[in-house]
Every structure is written in C-alpha cells, then in structure tokens.
C-alpha cells in the first residue's frame, strides 16, 4: 500500500513539473497562434444555399372524368403536343348507349308535351265559347265551370310535361358530356413528362394517389423553376426577386442565373421528427431556360441574400465572446500587436461564406484566427508567436 502511495505521489510531482514547464515555455515563447488580416473589400456578398429539382413552371396532370377501359393512347412520353389535342381515349360504347337513350327519352317527352299543348289550347278554347254561350243564355253557370276546370288541368299538365322534358334534356346534356369526356384533350400546349398507363388499362375516377387517376403529366418547359428547401436560418434573409445561380448535378461546371420567385410561408413537414431541422420550399424562376432541362433533375441553388460595399471582412473563426465589465458577452477579435494579444471589441454584421463583417478595427490589422484551442483561452496582453508553417 505504502508503494503504492509513493508511486502516485511521483507521478503528480512529475505532472505538475511538465505543467510548470509548459506554462513558462508558453509565457517566455508566446502562445501559437494564427494570423490573419483584416480586409478591406468593395463588395461583400452572403449566399443561401439549398438543393432541390428542376421542376415546370406550369404543369397539369391528366385524368379521366369518366370510368373505362383505355382503348387509344395517342401520345408517348416526351411528346410535345398543341392545346386541344386529343390524348387518349376512354372506351365510349357504353356512354354512347346512355346517351341514345337520354336522346330516345327527350324525344318520347316532346312527344308528351307537345300533345299536352294541344288539349290545353282546344280546353282553353272550349272554356271561351262557354263563358260567351252563357253571357248570351244559352249554357249554364256549372257547364262554364266544368270547361273553365278542363282548361286548369290541361293547363297543368303542360307544366308537368314541361318540367319532364327539361330534366330529359338535362340527362341528355350529362350523357353526351360522358360520351365527349372519353376523348381526353390537351388542357394546354406542352411536353409529356409522364406517362402513367398503358393502352387496355382500366381507368377510374378518384382521388390522385389512386392508381389509374392520373393517365400522365404534362408540361410547359418553355419556363423552368428550381423547387428547393431552403433552412429555417436562411429563409428570413430571403425576398421575391434576389437574384440566384443554379448548377445542375449532372453538369455542375455549368451555372444558370435565375431569380427568387416563390418563398413558402410555412415550415415543410417533418420528415425526421420533432428535433429535425425545418425547412421552407422557395422556387427559383431560370431566365432561360437550356433546352436540354429536363424535370426531376437535382440542382444546388445560391440565392444571394445580402450585398454591402465597402466594409472590412475577417475569418469568422477569428471573432470571439468575451464578458465586458458588466458580465456580458460581447463579440471582439484578439489584435496581434508587438508580439502580444489585445481584445478588441467589434460589431458584427453579413456573414459570407467563410468570413464576416466587422466594425471597430482598422483595415490590415492582424488578428488572431486560430487554433480553437489557442483563442478559447487567449487572454489580453498574452503574448503570442505564429506558428510555423502558418
């Protein structure tokens, strides 16, 4: 046991003896630091950056209204195709029966109405002669009455007949509309981007995420957006009309200038839970757009979303936290002036890449920019030395 005393009490006098030596070879060769310089730039830009997909700026998915077999399919995907251009179509034979016998049916009705019309004008007629044969004397009051209720209920009849032969023609109008909604037609001028069925295939009307609602995408490419997600810390620096710079995954050397057209006004969903970072969808308008684009292809995107001039900049690593007089932390950098440390307090502003806006120092001063370690604990008035190799 007493060994064992002895053996730790050495190796704390052998600890504190490296400590003391390393704080006085610190204290007589200064801490190592790294150098930088504070610059002066005429223009200083901070970019938000995100990464979504090409996507049209106009576009329309292409149902059915009516339920059936797909018998034509006359486009392929990738097909350009003019407004009014019949797409596919559904198979008509059972709405064109429906429609011949709302047709057959409207018929059979006027047949009524218009034999309804005819009793009413003879009854009305009838019901005039009785009324001047009894102001002559010749008919009683009770044959007026039996002629005058004749000509009501003929009269009623009409109206009846009347309202049977509008909702006739109404039920041939929605027959005739199912039979023309089997020849599906371009809603607009535009390209094929997705065909999702194939000739033979039932088609059926419901909700977009059924299978057979959606018979294919179409749209305008002459105007091209990029669809991103932009993070909550940058999308309060964001404004319609920023302009931004899309490169194209499958062609990053090539970059296409475009512009802030959309910025979404609430957070995008959750996809990795409650502790996930959030989200807004902004949509970026190309000027022009490269023919070859094509939809679904991924993009980064930099929108710029500040711009001053004429301000100095250093290495964001550079500016640190210290507690004032009064105990409050304030941002400032460490100076490097004859060969010892001097916190000076700054004002910051845009942060760009990887440096940032400062206020409160002249320009090529040099200040202290790193290691983490060596700036977590440099003091005012400590001295310093650069360290070699930087």
Do not use: Y
């Not at 005819?118 to 002629?147: K, N, P, V």
């Not at 000509?151 to 009623?156: E, I, K, S």
């Not at 009347?162 to 909702?167: E, F, P, T």
Request: net charge negative.
């Amino acid at each position: 046991m007493k060994r064992w005393r002895w053996i730790i009490g050495i190796g704390l006098l052998a600890a504190g003896a490296i400590a003391f030596v390393s704080l006085r070879a610190r204290r007589d060769h200064g801490v190592p630091v790294d150098l930088a310089t504070v610059t002066a730039r005429p223009l200083f830009q901070s970019f938000a950056t995100a990464s979504g997909e090409i996507v049209a700026s106009r576009w329309a998915d292409i149902g059915s209204s009516v339920m059936g077999r797909l018998v034509a399919l006359t486009v392929a995907e990738g097909e350009r195709v003019a407004a009014g251009q019949v797409l596919a179509r559904i198979d008509p034979v059972q709405a064109a029966s429906e429609a011949e016998a709302a047709a057959a049916l409207v018929r059979a009705l006027e047949g009524e109405l218009a034999a309804a019309e005819a009793r009413a004008t003879d009854t009305r007629l009838a019901a005039g002669r009785a009324r001047a044969l009894l102001a002559e004397g010749i008919q009683s009051q009770a044959e007026l009455d039996a002629a005058t209720a004749a000509a009501d209920a003929a009269a009623a009849s009409v109206e009846a007949a009347s309202r049977r032969v509008a909702q006739g023609r109404a039920q041939l109008t929605r027959a005739r509309d199912a039979l023309a909604k089997t020849e599906i037609t371009a809603p607009m001028a535009g390209v094929v981007t997705r065909l999702a069925v194939r000739e033979g295939e039932m088609v059926v009307v419901g909700v977009q995420n059924q299978p057979g609602t959606i018979l294919m995408t179409l749209s305008d490419l002459s105007a091209l957006d990029a669809e991103v997600k932009v993070a909550e810390a940058d999308v309060l620096r964001l404004r319609i009309g920023q302009p931004a710079w899309v490169t194209l995954e499958a062609a990053p050397e090539r970059e296409l200038a475009g512009h802030v057209v959309e910025i979404g006004a609430s957070a995008l969903p959750l996809a990795g839970g409650a502790s996930a970072a959030r989200e807004f969808r902004v949509v970026v308008r190309l000027d022009t757009p490269a023919a070859e684009l094509k939809p679904g292809l991924t993009c980064d995107v930099r929108i710029l979303a500040e711009e001053v001039r004429d301000v100095l900049t250093v290495p964001l690593q550079a500016v640190v936290l210290r507690a004032d007089e009064s105990g409050t932390e304030r941002p400032g950098l460490f100076l490097a002036e004859a060969g010892h440390a001097r916190f000076a307090p700054v004002e910051t502003g845009v942060i760009g890449g990887l440096d940032v806006e400062v206020r409160g120092v002249p320009a090529g001063a040099a200040v202290v920019a790193g290691p983490f370690q060596a700036l977590r604990d440099l003091v005012d008035g400590a001295p310093l030395r650069t360290r070699s190799g930087h």
